[in-house]
């Protein structure tokens, strides 16, 4: 009798963050013109639930009408809604001067932590905190 084949396992091929928004609009608006994300797509009538991505990074937008946080405590706690991560030192730096010019807000500039990566954290218009992490040297 002669013995099946193993199986391949499932490979994970991306991961989603999801990040509450009160206006979908809005947001959409501040990842693309902003961060450079692009809109993949638009759900609902009226729409509710949508989803941006740049590359490889895919964020899931969706609105909510009512608080979702207790309204600092997102600030307080540091409370990440996405970590996304860039390969180089240099792209690290190069993304955040771009989002600098563009006008974004920085919940933590561009600085090296106590194990060596190189980190910044962008404030969205409803308070997510997404944290954007590459190596300190290449």
Do not use: C
């Not at 509710?48 to 009408?65: K, N, P």
């Not at 933590?108 to 218009?125: C, H, M, N, Y």
Request: glycine share 4%; hydrophobic share 40%.
């Amino acid at each position: 009798m002669t013995q099946a084949a193993p199986s391949p396992q499932p490979i994970l091929t991306s991961v989603a963050a999801h990040l509450y928004v009160r206006d979908l609009k809005a947001s959409t608006d501040f990842f693309t013109s902003r961060l450079g994300f692009n809109i993949d797509f638009i759900y609902g009538d009226p729409p509710f639930y949508g989803q941006v991505s740049r590359d490889h990074a895919l964020l899931a937008l969706r609105s909510m009408d009512e608080s979702f946080f207790d309204e600092d405590i997102r600030r307080r706690e540091e409370l990440l809604a996405a970590s996304i991560t860039v390969a180089t030192a240099n792209e690290i730096k190069n993304l955040f001067l771009s989002y600098q010019a563009s006008g974004v807000s920085f919940a933590q500039p561009l600085k090296t932590e106590p194990w060596g990566a190189r980190t910044f954290i962008v404030s969205d218009p409803d308070d997510n905190l997404i944290l954007f992490a590459g190596p300190d040297a290449d």
